[in-house]
């Protein structure tokens, strides 16, 4: 079956260790977004790729990065992650921009000690 | 500033019986609409969804109404099957103006919980 695979599903790292997410899709979709959502809140759109065209929100701390070295994979590197950065981390994929269904992972759940 | 808000973040419903589920939204320049589910573990998947285009849109058991005017939609599940148990987010999608894209946001959920 067609999906979004997010590896680790569960990420412990100490305050200030980089710590990597994964997230790979097998949809060929050309667009790979990366949400953050805290316990009880709405998933909240840190940035997205479109194809290789990178799109940072506004209010992305730049503390979060990505890349995107194929249409296939997409990271997530949160370079000196804070207490306040532990939340789950969903990615999720679409055909193209002006198409509204996205396509979910299960999420990482990231833990900061 | 919450642009799409969910203000039940609960709901129990016995099995059989109609499940509302409501959602309200600040922004007009919403033209599209989304219901996902979310099983405990697994990520959100797509549900139904609505252009603002229409007031109403069925699939089976599901059905979403829009009313733009009081800037509200609903999904009403008929009839609930405890399978039905999960939490739903409403979403909403408008062009970027600063990218030219549509982008979605999320409210933050409501937890259904269907009663056998």
């Known amino acids: 079956d067609a999906m979004v695979i997010q590896n680790p599903r569960y990420q412990v790292t100490q305050f200030g260790k980089p710590v990597t997410l994964s997230c790979s899709q097998t949809?060929?979709?050309?667009?790979m977004y990366w949400y953050q959502q805290k316990s009880s809140q709405a998933p909240k759109l840190l940035f997205h790729y479109y194809d290789k065209d990178f799109n940072n929100e506004a209010d992305t701390p730049d503390n979060f990065q990505s890349r995107r070295p194929n249409t296939s994979f997409c990271f997530l590197d949160i370079r000196s992650p804070g207490l306040g950065d532990a939340a789950m981390y969903l990615c999720?994929?679409?055909?193209?921009?002006?198409?509204?269904?996205?396509?979910f992972g299960p999420g990482t759940r990231l833990t900061v000690l | 500033d919450q642009q799409v808000k969910q203000n039940s973040p609960s709901l129990s419903v016995q099995e059989g019986r109609i499940s509302i589920l409501n959602c309200d939204y600040t922004?007009?320049?919403?033209?599209?609409f989304l219901w996902y589910k979310k099983y405990p573990a697994e990520g959100p998947t797509f549900l139904i969804s609505?252009?603002?285009?229409?007031d109403k849109n069925e699939d089976g058991r599901f059905t979403v109404f829009l009313n733009k005017s009081a800037k509200h939609l609903s999904l009403h599940i008929v009839p609930s099957q405890p399978g039905d148990s999960a939490v739903y987010f409403c979403a909403a999608s408008a062009i970027e103006n600063s990218g030219g894209y549509q982008k979605v946001t999320f409210g933050t959920g409501t937890k259904l919980q269907v009663i056998p």
């Open positions: 999720a994929t679409s055909i193209s921009r002006s198409y509204n269904e996205q396509f």
């Open positions: 949809l060929n979709h050309n667009v």
């Open positions: 922004n007009s320049m919403f033209d599209y």
């Open positions: 609505i252009s603002s285009i229409k």
